[in-house]
């Protein structure tokens, strides 16, 4: 496996999980808020700031996620090719 086809599945990689976080933050998270929380406070009896605090930390971890997993690779697979 060459260095070059990894960094461009890193970089696919990178785009795609980008791509996710947006239609999380906007689709599900910000457009839709007040009917996700009316479902998942059935199921979890959580309150909003509960649940805003869950949504924000996942949408975060998962941003730290791709940089760390995906980017910082990338970078580094560039510099160095």
Request: one cysteine or more.
């Amino acid at each position: 496996m060459s260095i070059e086809l990894v960094r461009n599945a890193l970089l696919w990689c990178t785009v795609i999980n980008f791509a996710l976080l947006a239609l999380w933050s906007l689709l599900l998270y910000v457009l839709p808020h007040e009917w996700l929380y009316r479902i998942l406070r059935r199921w979890c009896h959580l309150t909003a700031e509960q649940f805003d605090t869950a949504n924000l930390a996942g949408i975060v971890l998962y941003k730290v996620g791709i940089i760390l997993f995906n980017l910082v690779p990338y970078i580094a697979l560039r510099i160095v090719g």
